[in-house]
């Protein structure tokens, strides 16, 4: 990078935290506005582990926009009611980021999420990790998520994973 | 071995809450299950399917290392030094042609041999490298999947997995030729009993999804296999066809060759669970880590001759149908804590569905039913040496 895009870099950071809100408040729909609307547009999360030792396999693996989409199924209605619900907070911090081309740009963020089950109210670390993020700079400068890779340092989750992380 | 007191039911269909939750059972089951006469699943030879490979894991705590030596044999070790049992290696997989202990720089070839150790001439008049190889857990393999027991009274792996084996052995794709395709690995806030209890025998009442799915439940088989309890499920699935409420309907798609066996289960006792549930494969290495807790890694295969559109399909199923995410079992994983919290409450667990008569134990069960666990907990009782009320 050769020089410093602060208006970029706001706009990133926007993106970052637009995420976090939405996963946090539970907004599946939000979550999903975050993605290009795209057939590629993508979501993993996968250990890192996994990842070290070229295992593709992962936690959950959205490959495509339908599989987005269908992720709000699980969450807003198959999923309903049979869970011990829990609060999350993303601490999200952009680390790097370069521009691939005219309408991409990859960002590479760090990551930690704390949960809170509903029954205990104890509050401990769910997981942390990087994000891995292909960034859609849209018509009008708009940003957008085309790919995003949860790489979780995370390899032994404390929890079953109800929200994307 | 030490006496314990716990008053156990009389009828068959009910077990004391307490054995779930008490800390001095906890520490005799480690004795005399994780330590006694019963076979441990470790691990899947594909996991490490090339020369040097390695993986390693802790059973019941106890440090094991596998490894696949440079002519291709599978050996378990246990984790440990053979000078003074410092943990050899820190990794969870690997490939590595030796391994070195830090400590005093200890060298072990991939066959477990001691190939180097300074300063020896300060050592024991008389010693010999020979004498010290890694130390050797007893182990057997299964159509690759390799089983640990650290006991030498436990009968040989065939007898001990019994009538399980063929339901097994069409597990792994009727010949143990599996290429690993990555871990879920996750903890349970439960007792490692209940983790067992509730993860083979599905509840078709919690699974909200097979409704919305179209899935029809309750059409196989489940029988008991083996004094030990294991129980093995073979039922035909029924493949959706017709709208559902999924977008992408390629993670319920069975594009398999065995449609009139659709989906298979294998419980070990004491801990392992294995399935074939359409496409997916996926064995589940779980160990306990306290009364409380249980951790599980699921593992998760495809064949090695699948083409590499099969192999992709394995893989986007593998990774969203089930584990403690899966769009089919995460809610599995609730009822694992919250059957967890319940039981420190007194009295015992009643079991209803498929108990014809509370005073007897039968082995072929529908495949719904939740009695199908009850000649496990009698193995359980057996073991543990909880006598049974006669009134």
Redesign the interface.
Same mark, same amino acid.
């Given at each position: 990078m050769t020089r410093i895009d602060t208006s970029l870099e706001a706009e990133l950071d926007a993106l970052l935290l637009a995420d976090a809100s939405a996963l946090d408040g539970k907004d599946m729909l939000g979550w999903l506005g975050n993605y290009a609307e795209e057939d590629a547009a993508s979501y993993f999360c996968r250990s890192a582990e996994n990842t070290e030792h070229d295992l593709a396999l992962g936690f959950m693996y959205d490959d495509c926009r339908a599989r987005l989409e269908d992720r709000v199924t699980f969450v807003n209605d198959i999923w309903v009611g049979t869970f011990q619900d829990y609060r999350t907070r993303h601490f999200v911090q952009r680390m790097n980021y370069e521009r691939l081309d005219a309408g991409t740009v990859g960002m590479q963020s760090n990551f930690s999420v704390f949960m809170t089950p509903e029954d205990t109210g104890v509050t401990q670390v769910l997981a942390a990790g990087q994000y891995l993020d292909t960034v859609r700079v849209g018509r009008n400068g708009e940003l957008k998520l085309l790919s995003r890779r949860a790489e979780l340092d995370t390899s032994v989750l404390p929890r079953y994973l109800v929200y994307p992380i | 071995m030490t006496e314990m007191k716990l008053s156990w039911p009389k009828n068959y269909n009910e077990v004391p809450k307490e054995a779930f939750t008490r800390k001095d059972i906890y520490a005799e089951e480690i004795k005399r299950i994780f330590h006694g006469s019963e076979w441990h699943p470790v691990a899947h030879e594909s996991e490490l399917p090339n020369p040097g490979d390695f993986k390693t894991f802790r059973m019941a705590g106890v440090p094991l290392l596998i490894a696949r030596d440079q002519q291709g044999e599978v050996r378990v070790f246990y984790n440990a030094c053979s000078h003074r049992g410092n943990q050899l290696e820190t990794a #969870?997989?690997g490939n590595k042609t030796e391994f070195e202990c830090p400590y005093h720089r200890w060298l072990f070839d991939t066959k477990g041999d001691l190939v180097g150790c300074p300063n020896h001439r300060d050592f024991l008049p008389g010693f010999d490298r020979a004498d010290y190889p890694l130390a050797q857990p007893r182990f057997d393999c299964f159509y690759g999947l390799i089983f640990v027991t650290l006991s030498a009274e436990t009968e040989p792996l065939l007898e001990f997995l019994g009538e399980a084996q063929n339901t097994l052995r069409e597990l792994v794709a009727g010949d143990g030729r599996l290429k690993?395709?990555?871990? %879920?690995? #996750?903890?349970?806030?439960t007792n490692w009993k209940s983790y067992t209890d509730n993860d083979g025998y599905h509840a078709p009442l =919690?699974h %909200?999804?097979f409704k919305?799915l179209n899935w029809q439940g309750g059409k196989g088989r489940q029988f008991t296999a083996t004094r030990h309890g294991h129980i093995c499920f073979e039922s035909a699935l029924s493949v959706v066809s017709g709208p559902t #409420?999924?977008?992408?309907q390629s =993670?319920i798609e069975f594009k398999g060759q065995d449609p009139a066996v659709g989906s298979r289960i294998v419980s070990l006792f004491p801990t392992f669970v294995s399935t074939k549930h359409l496409d997916v494969i996926n064995l589940r290495f779980a160990t306990p880590i306290d009364e409380e807790t249980v951790?599980v890694h699921y593992a998760?295969f495809a064949h090695q001759d699948d083409d590499e559109e099969m192999a992709r399909h394995r =893989?986007?199923q593998?990774?969203?149908l089930l584990?403690?995410?899966g769009?089919i079992s995460?809610?599995d994983?609730?009822v694992f804590?919250?059957i967890h919290?319940g039981n420190h409450t007194p009295g015992s667990a009643i079991f209803q569905k498929g108990v014809h008569d509370p005073s007897k134990l039968e082995s072929e069960f529908l495949q719904n039913d939740e009695s199908g666990n009850l000649p496990r907990w009698e193995h359980y009782r057996s073991v543990m040496g909880f006598e049974r009320a006669t009134a």
């Open positions: - | #969870v997989m690993l395709l990555g871990y %879920q690995k #996750v903890r349970y806030d =919690l %909200q999804a919305l #409420v999924l977008k992408d =993670l951790e998760y =893989l986007r593998s990774s969203n584990g403690p995410c769009l995460m809610e994983a609730s804590h919250r919290i």
